[in-house]
């Protein structure tokens, strides 16, 4: 079977190949893949940023993706060949403090699909049964593939946030990710204000504004100067960060009402240097929120068959064969989201 393949510890390093389709084994499910998109964190192991430098390559890319199940293991129950399915990222060991605490997600063992084993890149993946989750047929295969980035969001802004209806929101970041946030969101019946720079008005910021979404080029105009102009206001009362980047940080701390609150969602692949005595001054709440559970996934997939999110502005289709050429689009912003159809 064809599989995008992370060969080398290096900036690149990918090769797409022909490998073995994997064996499965009495508890787990085969999975014929037909769309997988590219993920941040994806991003940051082509680059083999220092987050990321726990990979072992080989390794089969990518977490986010969807696919009918091919066959089914001997003890398997639930699941039947034709099913359509999407997998989730985490797996766990389902004994540490963290599994027994109900926290799965952030498994004090955990392994992410794509980096510390294969992933969804490929034409067949097999799973054990618990990670995976129908969607129904209202859903497109492509829709579908959004669902674990959504959970992501439905985890960051429903759990571990404290946003409340009508607060004005900060996103910074344009990516797909910050855009997805935003749409979360307004879901919570929120204000949503999304902030990027100059290199996103190319792509980025259009399909923020194009979704209804107020958008701040801090290049171009000062944040507080909009806030003031649209909300009467030089503050938010919240900031989901996106982008990962340590000036933003810094920003959401300066633009934060007093008893705010801060989450922080990207990966930042630089240390952060900020002014920390201006949150405890401001009692600024700072919290963080990693991937996502079972119940998450369950969430996105009924908030995406609700038509509650837009997602086809952010994807880009591909060949398998061109993955080096989407990464390399992705990063370059030229486009917001590669998808592979395979």
Same mark, same amino acid.
């Given at each position: 079977?064809?599989?995008?393949?992370?060969?080398?510890?290096?900036?690149?390093?990918?090769?797409?190949?022909?490998?073995? #389709?994997?064996?499965?084994?009495?508890?787990?499910?085969?999975?014929?893949?037909?769309?997988?998109?590219? $993920?941040?964190?994806?991003?940051?192991?082509?680059?083999?940023?220092?987050?990321?430098?726990?990979?072992?390559?080989?390794?089969?890319?990518?977490?986010?993706?969807?696919?009918?199940?091919?066959?089914? %293991?001997?003890?398997?129950?639930?699941?039947?060949? %034709?099913?359509?399915?999407?997998?989730?990222?985490?797996?766990? $060991?389902?004994?540490?403090?963290? $599994?027994?605490?109900?926290?799965?997600?952030?498994? /004090?063992?955990?392994?992410?699909?794509?980096?510390?084993?294969?992933?969804?890149?490929?034409?067949?993946?097999?799973?054990?049964? !618990?990670?995976?989750?129908?969607?129904?047929?209202?859903?497109?295969?492509?829709?579908?593939? &959004?669902?674990?980035?959504?959970?992501?969001?439905?985890?960051?802004?429903?759990?571990?946030?404290?946003?409340?209806?009508?607060?004005?929101? *900060?996103?910074?970041?344009?990516?797909?990710?910050?855009? *997805? %946030?935003?749409?979360?969101?307004?879901?919570?019946?929120?204000?949503?204000?999304?902030?990027?720079?100059?290199?996103?008005?190319?792509?980025?910021?259009? #399909?923020?504004?194009? *979704?209804?979404?107020?958008?701040?080029?801090?290049?171009?105009?000062?944040?507080?100067?909009?806030?003031?102009?649209?909300?009467?206001?030089?503050?938010?009362?919240? +900031? +989901?960060?996106?982008?990962?980047? !340590?000036?933003?940080?810094?920003?959401? &701390?300066?633009?934060?009402?007093?008893?705010? /609150?801060?989450?922080?969602?990207?990966?930042?692949?630089? &240390?952060?240097?900020? /002014?920390?005595? /201006?949150?405890?001054?401001?009692?600024?709440?700072?919290?963080?929120?990693?991937?996502?559970?079972?119940?998450?996934?369950?969430?996105?997939?009924?908030?995406?068959?609700?038509? &509650?999110?837009? #997602?086809?502005?952010?994807?880009?289709?591909?060949? !398998?064969?061109?993955?080096?050429?989407?990464?390399?689009?992705? #990063?370059?912003?030229?486009?917001?989201?590669?998808?592979?159809?395979?």
């Amino acid at each position: 079977m064809k599989a995008i393949v992370k060969k080398e510890k290096k900036f690149g390093g990918i090769e797409v190949t022909e490998v073995p #389709i994997p064996d499965m084994d009495h508890d787990e499910v085969l999975v014929r893949m037909h769309h997988a998109s590219i $993920c941040g964190s994806d991003i940051h192991a082509y680059h083999y940023a220092p987050t990321h430098h726990f990979i072992e390559p080989p390794v089969i890319m990518g977490h986010e993706g969807s696919g009918h199940v091919e066959k089914v %293991g001997s003890s398997v129950t639930g699941f039947r060949p %034709g099913d359509r399915v999407v997998i989730e990222a985490i797996q766990y $060991c389902g004994v540490c403090e963290s $599994c027994m605490k109900g926290k799965r997600h952030i498994c /004090n063992r955990f392994q992410i699909r794509g980096m510390h084993r294969d992933g969804v890149f490929s034409e067949y993946v097999a799973v054990k049964a !618990p990670y995976l989750h129908k969607f129904p047929e209202s859903l497109s295969y492509a829709q579908a593939s &959004l669902v674990e980035p959504v959970s992501v969001l439905t985890h960051a802004v429903l759990d571990r946030s404290a946003i409340g209806a009508g607060d004005v929101v *900060l996103i910074t970041g344009p990516g797909p990710i910050g855009i *997805l %946030g935003a749409q979360m969101v307004k879901i919570a019946g929120a204000e949503p204000v999304v902030v990027g720079v100059e290199a996103d008005e190319a792509v980025r910021m259009p #399909i923020s504004r194009s *979704l209804g979404i107020k958008t701040i080029n801090a290049d171009r105009e000062s944040i507080p100067e909009f806030l003031i102009k649209h909300y009467n206001r030089e503050t938010v009362h919240a +900031v +989901v960060e996106c982008s990962g980047a !340590p000036s933003a940080f810094r920003t959401a &701390l300066d633009l934060v009402v007093k008893g705010g /609150n801060i989450t922080l969602v990207g990966l930042f692949a630089k &240390l952060v240097e900020a /002014n920390l005595s /201006n949150a405890v001054r401001k009692e600024i709440s700072i919290h963080t929120s990693f991937s996502s559970d079972w119940e998450n996934f369950e969430r996105a997939i009924k908030l995406l068959d609700r038509g &509650l999110f837009q #997602i086809d502005p952010l994807v880009a289709h591909y060949r !398998p064969d061109d993955a080096i050429q989407a990464f390399e689009d992705a #990063i370059a912003k030229k486009v917001p989201k590669p998808m592979f159809d395979f």
